[in-house]
């Protein structure tokens, strides 16, 4: 069995349904399994009321909080993260801070990586965030995989939709109130059972 991890932060629940949805690709894969963690919350409550995000995250209270040492348990691991000005957001860089020790005694080298994020406009760093967070998981020796264009979903033109080589995406809008579209939820799905079908032939 390959054990596939994602890895996520997730302010308004964004990330949390593209999240889901890269699960269901991992799913339907024979022989690979998913999990979903969280990273720590670096907010307090009260700060969280006063952005209006301590109820989305109640819909994702009951998934596990991720921890580094379960890092290097993992076949792949697939981390989502929310755009801050064309950077990961901080929860998901302060995580990922703390993997000095796994850099040091190669606990992620050979294991498969990927990318998938959120913004609340078209261009506002989507694949920089993506590219700029593939420096992290080189530093530990992983393999990037991304979403390759048999995905035919990358073409669409007709709406408006998030997507790229680089890995699944979403917009938010300025506001956060829009969610997901299935055509972006179709490409998340795509990438976890890309991702799950590459880790499979590794392990085998």
């Given at each position: 069995m390959s054990k596939i991890q994602i890895v996520f932060y997730s302010m308004y629940g964004h990330i949390h349904t593209m999240a889901e949805a890269v699960a269901d690709g991992v799913r339907s894969v024979g022989g690979c399994s998913a999990e979903l963690l969280q990273v720590p919350e670096l907010m307090s409550e009260e700060v969280l009321e006063r952005y209006g995000a301590k109820a989305a995250r109640a819909a994702f209270a009951h998934i596990p909080t991720a921890t580094v040492e379960r890092l290097a348990d993992a076949d792949a691991i697939i981390f989502g993260t929310p755009t801050?000005?064309?950077?990961?957001?901080?929860?998901?860089?302060n995580f990922l801070d703390q993997t000095g020790k796994l850099w040091l005694n190669g606990g992620l080298v050979g294991k498969v990586g990927s990318v998938f994020v959120s913004t609340a406009t078209q261009h506002g760093g989507q694949e920089t965030t993506i590219t700029s967070f593939h420096s992290t998981l080189l530093h530990h020796g992983m393999i990037i995989v991304g979403?390759?264009?048999t995905e035919q979903r990358l073409l669409t033109m007709d709406e408006i939709s998030g997507g790229s080589p680089y890995g699944a995406t979403t917009l938010a809008g300025g506001d956060g109130s829009r969610r997901p579209s299935e055509n972006e939820l179709a490409i998340a799905r795509f990438q976890g059972a890309?991702?799950?079908?590459i880790t499979a032939k590794l392990t085998a």
């Open positions: 801050r000005f064309g950077n990961m957001a901080a929860q998901m860089r979403v390759p264009y890309h991702v799950a079908k």
